[in-house]
T-cell receptor, first 115, second 110 residues
Framework: DTAVSQTPKYLVTQMGNDKSIKCEQNLGHDTMYWYKQDSKKFLKIMFSYNNKELIINETVPNRFSPKSPDKAHLNLHINSLELGDSAVYFC??????????????FGAGTRLSVL | GIQVEQSPPDLILQEGANSTLRCNFSDSVNNLQWFHQNPWGQLINLFYIPSGTKQNGRLSATTVATERYSLLYISSSQTTDSGVYFCAVAPGGATNKLIFGTGTLLAVQP
């Protein structure tokens, strides 16, 4: 069983479209994250949810809206896609023990290409 | 915010060689993880090591928290070790967001 799974693995779409990426974890973790990896391989956090509550919201355009229906799922919806949104998006999860042992486990990534 | 610098940025090795990758960070941290991103893009956990030394097979890591650096040692490198190695830290505080370094691109040649 894959611990952190994302779908789809690849997403090719036109500018202006709306798309969603889904993430699920079966590790029993309380905290989930979205990271973005740009074309230069730089990885940056976007959002984090703990038990369905938003706890980290970096400077991300409001076209990006995360949704956590339960603590095992964190989806990312992107409106009005732009060329600059092309990247690899990674979902991650951890127990969420701030200040304690808190290992983050990553999904396989979703490669988004906006044409 | 905290700065995370990795060196060297690129490294080419012959199979069987040893190497040391370095990660410097500018402030105290709660969490430090090393990852290997393989050529297929998957991020693989190598070590959770905010302090101390750990070993796993041919890989080992040491973090000296008081001096704000971590080292990843790869011994007897294999072609499957190729990829990008990232160090990521979580600054002290209530959240666990990881700040990633810029990575070391390793190519192991047969």
């Amino acid at each position: 069983d894959t611990a952190v799974s994302q779908t789809p693995k690849y997403l090719v779409t036109q500018m202006g479209n709306d798309k969603s990426i889904k993430c699920e974890q079966n590790l029993g973790h309380d905290t989930m994250y979205w990271y973005k990896q740009d074309s230069k391989k730089f990885l940056k956090i976007m959002f984090s949810y703990n038990n369905k509550e938003l706890i980290i919201n970096e400077t991300v355009p409001n076209r990006f809206s995360p949704k956590s229906p339960d603590k095992a799922h964190l989806n990312l919806h992107i409106n009005s896609l732009e060329l600059g949104d092309s990247a690899v998006y990674f979902c991650a999860s951890s127990k969420g023990l701030a200040g304690g042992v808190d290992i983050q486990y990553f999904g396989a990534g979703t490669r988004l290409s906006v044409l | 915010g905290i700065q995370v610098e990795q060196s060297p940025p690129d490294l080419i090795l012959q199979e069987g060689a040893n190497s040391t990758l370095r990660c410097n960070f500018s402030d105290s941290v709660n969490n430090l993880q090393w990852f290997h991103q393989n050529p297929w893009g998957q991020l693989i956990n190598l070590f959770y090591i905010p302090s101390g030394t750990k070993q796993n097979g041919r890989l080992s890591a040491t973090t000296v928290a008081t001096e704000r650096y971590s080292l990843l040692y790869i011994s007897s490198s294999q072609t499957t070790d190729s990829g990008v190695y990232f160090c990521a830290v979580a600054p002290g505080g209530a959240t666990n967001k990881l700040i990633f370094g810029t990575g070391t691109l390793l190519a192991v040649q047969p």
